[in-house]
T-cell receptor
Framework: ETGVTQSPTHLIKTRGQQVTLRCSSQ?????VSWYQQALGQGPQFIFQ???????GRGNFPPRFSGLQFPNYSSELNVNALELDDSALYLC?????????????FGEGSRLTVL | AQRVTQPEKLLSVFKGAPVELKCNYS??????LFWYVQYSRQRLQLLLR??SRESIKGFTADLNKGETSFHLKKPFAQEEDSAMYYC???????????FGTGTKLQVIP
């Protein structure tokens, strides 16, 4: 069974740039969620994708967008980067769109915005 | 809006001592609560959920709706329990999990 994998593990961008983060879900999982974890904070829900459609979103502006592909892998795109976007971005996969609460996390992509 | 509060950033206990990690929540609906754990150099993982009423690695947590709390307890701490613990609440018709800020548990040998 393959776990959740994320890439890249670390990256540095400058203000105003755009970034794409990638996630491969755990084998057999059809739902992917993205979380932002700032230093010293808990993960914050960005959005969830189920069968290629966004079906839930947290309090993040539209410049945070995503995609899910037919193989259930996913991308998180952030446009017009701001300094406060510096954080660890976590991808989590699960089975089914319903609220089981059981999320399987990747190791994260650490984004630094200068 | 839902909120999860973990008042302690750091909790240090001696090996063999009881552990209680505090969690309070705010949610207008019927809550489903969880504890997640992150050991050093490992990914975040589910420890236990209140609906299962299970004991995992000696840890238990009871939902107290009157006090809106979901404290995590273990009678005798072990060194391998040292980790970051997050209390979490699920809401909405999908997998939106609201996490607390986390408590770092340090078990002193």
């Amino acid at each position: 069974e393959t776990g959740v994998t994320q890439s890249p593990t670390h990256l540095i961008k400058t203000r105003g740039q755009q970034v794409t983060l990638r996630c491969s879900s755990q084998s057999g999982h059809n739902t992917v969620s993205w979380y932002q974890q700032a230093l010293g904070q808990g993960p914050q829900f960005i959005f969830q994708y189920y069968r290629e459609e966004e079906n839930g979103r947290g309090n993040f502006p539209p410049r945070f967008s995503g995609l899910q592909f037919p193989n259930y892998s996913s991308e998180l795109n952030v446009n017009a980067l701001e300094l406060d976007d510096s954080a660890l971005y976590l991808c989590a996969s699960s089975l089914g769109r319903g609220p089981t609460g059981e999320l399987f996390f990747g190791e994260g992509s650490r984004l630094t915005v200068l | 809006a839902q909120r999860v509060t973990q008042p302690e950033k750091l909790l240090s206990v001696f090996k063999g001592a009881p552990v209680e990690l505090k969690c309070n929540y705010s949610y207008s609906g019927s809550p489903e609560l969880f504890w997640y754990v992150q050991y050093s150099r490992q990914r975040l993982q589910l420890l236990l959920r209140h609906i299962s009423r299970e004991s995992i690695k000696g840890f238990t947590a009871d939902l107290n709706k009157g006090e809106t709390s979901f404290h995590l307890k273990k009678p005798f701490a072990q060194e391998e329990d040292s980790a970051m613990y997050y209390c979490a609440l699920i809401s909405g018709g999908y997998q939106k999990v609201t996490f607390g800020t986390g408590t770092k548990l340090q078990v002193i040998p």
